[in-house]
């Protein structure tokens, strides 16, 4: 069991934890949230004993082991297999002795502690974990010098889960993981032996794989039972009370201060104006929940293009003679919200800079409208921007005509207030950091956008705040992200990348998750009999968003058609001198009937997904 008892902390005078207490039973997983700079990592560093409480106590059961990632593993020529069996370093000691012990009862108690921590399996658990982590076999016998640092990291979190410490400490691991190495290491937890903290801003992480959520706000520890949604009802319902409560003392309070001022001047009435002065000192006053500022992200619209906006027909892309992707044919509209799915490695970062024109094609075709402007976001641009200049430098250097306080609107647009606007960037939380990117690679109002882990960093209010911006945007999206709940919120059309292609994923994002768990337990066999399972309310409301947005979809392209056959039967169209735009408006209008019998296709195919879901419901 862990024990927090009224701690205390400050940094530099300012106090992150005051009287905070907390009982974490023995066993449980917990996810820690909080908005970003509450103090969850310095949490993490108190209960590992790395830093010195100002007051109170934590507590953890003797000899209990507590691990977590502290840094990626270093660079070196050991391999990821042997690197991951070290990090368990009582059965690396045990069997390094085992090679030199000459003492009878020596070499059987260490082969009896060797078989009671099941040292002989260790080979496969650990290989089992970097599969579920992202490496292959093959890279599993690779030196940690063959891989960058975020691979590392991944080397490093295996190392830890291998060694399955008594309390887990996890900061923020989805961060370096992608969407199959994320819903991996969800399932990992549920089956997980000992405590887990989990410090993580990921709604589907902490909704399946922890039983509770420790709150840290205004200095204090609350523990809620459930997972991320129930404590944000909880939550609601608490600071709805508090504010009703808070209202009506309120109210009290201007009532007798209201009797004392009229009639304390009386002296008929001197004793009770004083009785109730003697109440008002007495009470308790109840304050009103503080409204944090809203995260918001603003996006400029751009104007609207014709379909499609990006073909690519026959295509292969790759890096010198080696094809990553080939036979590629797809086509992107302006309102098309797309998620890239597929292991890393498949090729979704190739495609990604295909379409945003940072590769070309080895073969085929590809077409973009002449007035397509694109932008891109990818983590690694968070880790290039300049760390001793301002947020105000960077944007001023891309428009450096526009006044000042057009440039802070910009900043603010993104949640970058006034202070943050003269900070130096190295000074910069991750959060605003990837705020700032977010800016610049909306700043020119693109017709398509490319987000690749644009969440990596960001808290669960501006994860909230860029499914908003997402869902109001009248550009195009294409987006790669480990969070299931942005996928599921902003993507109605899936691809996914695999064996060197890019093909439509026909099934749900709840079938594909279901794809990945079950993938290393061979295929599952189907009862028939069973009836199909009720969708939740969640589900039913996402179908019925996606039959409106196609339907939507269809009645645009037949405005934009009705337009282009009354531009057609144009008599004058069709003299001779115009015979060049004549083909052009002709070539519109059959892309126009290609897009409308796919847009169609679509739309029957989600209205047969509804009345599936309301036939089980």
Request: charged share 30%; with cysteine.
């Amino acid at each position: 069991m862990l024990r927090i008892q009224d701690i205390s902390y400050s940094i530099a005078g300012r106090p992150l934890l005051e009287g905070a207490s907390a009982t974490i039973p023995a066993g449980h997983k917990v996810g820690i949230v909080g908005r970003n700079g509450a103090g969850k990592s310095t949490l993490f560093r108190l209960i590992r004993g790395e830093l010195t409480l100002d007051g109170g106590a934590i507590s953890v059961p003797e000899k209990a082991r507590i691990g977590g990632v502290a840094q990626e593993v270093p660079g070196n020529e050991v391999s990821l297999l042997d690197t991951v069996l070290a990090a368990d370093t009582e059965r690396a000691s045990l069997m390094a002795e085992s090679e030199t012990a000459t003492d009878p009862t020596r070499i059987a108690d260490i082969q009896t502690r060797l078989a009671d921590i099941d040292a002989w399996s260790a080979e496969g658990r650990a290989s089992s974990i970097l599969r579920g982590l992202g490496f292959t076999e093959a890279e599993q016998h690779m030196p940690c010098s063959a891989f960058s640092g975020g691979w590392r990291m991944r080397v490093a979190l295996a190392g830890v889960l291998f060694s399955q410490p008594d309390l887990l400490l996890l900061d923020e691991p989805t961060n370096y993981l992608d969407l199959e190495g994320a819903l991996w290491l969800e399932s990992y937890l549920q089956r997980y032996p000992h405590t887990v903290l989990i410090i993580s801003h990921d709604r589907g992480l902490l909704n399946r794989a922890v039983g509770a959520i420790l709150h840290l706000e205004g200095k204090k520890l609350t523990l809620y039972t459930g997972g991320y949604d129930t404590f944000a009802k909880q939550r609601a319902e608490q600071r709805a009370l508090q504010a009703a409560a808070a209202k009506k003392q309120d109210a009290k309070r201007a009532h007798l201060q209201s009797f004392v001022d009229r009639f304390k001047a009386k002296a008929s009435k001197a004793k009770q104006a004083q009785s109730r002065v003697k109440m008002l000192e007495k009470m308790e006053k109840i304050t009103a929940p503080e409204d944090a500022a809203r995260t918001v992200f603003t996006f400029p619209s751009p104007e609207e293009l014709s379909p499609p906006i990006i073909r690519i027909e026959g295509g292969a892309v790759g890096y010198g003679d080696r094809r990553v992707l080939s036979r590629l044919d797809l086509r992107i509209d302006q309102d098309d919200r797309i998620a890239l799915l597929g292991r890393n490695g498949e090729g979704k970062s190739t495609l990604a800079k295909l379409l945003s024109d940072r590769l070309s094609l080895m073969d085929g075709s590809i077409s973009r409208s002449s007035k397509l402007r694109i932008g891109f976001f990818a983590q690694h641009q968070v880790d290039e921007l300049h760390l001793d200049e301002t947020p105000i430098d960077h944007i001023r250097r891309e428009r450096p005509d526009e006044a000042p306080a057009r440039l802070r609107a910009r900043l603010a647009g993104f949640g970058l207030g006034a202070d943050q606007a003269e900070t130096e960037v190295g000074r910069l939380s991750g959060g605003q950091k990837a705020r700032l990117t977010l800016l610049l690679a909306t700043l020119d109002a693109p017709h398509l956008l490319i987000l690749d882990e644009p969440t990596n960093h960001l808290d669960i209010e501006s994860r909230e705040a860029l499914v908003e911006a997402l869902t109001a945007y009248t550009g195009a999206v294409v987006l790669v992200s480990h969070d299931m709940h942005l996928l599921s919120l902003v993507a109605d059309r899936l691809w996914l990348v695999k064996d060197g292609a890019v093909t439509p994923y026909e099934d749900d994002l709840e079938a594909y998750r279901n794809l990945l768990l079950n993938v290393n337990s061979g295929p599952q066999k189907s009862d028939k009999k069973d009836k199909p399972k009720r969708p939740s309310r969640d589900a039913m409301l996402a179908l019925k968003a996606d039959v409106r947005k196609c339907e939507e979809r269809v009645t645009k392209l037949q405005d934009m058609s009705d337009k282009l056959s009354k531009k057609l039967s144009d008599p004058a169209l069709y003299e001779d001198e115009r015979v060049g735009e004549l083909e052009v408006w002709n070539r519109k209008y059959a892309e126009l009937r290609e897009a409308m019998a796919k847009a169609e296709a679509l739309w029957m195919t989600a209205l047969e997904k509804l009345e599936k879901a309301e036939e089980a419901a």
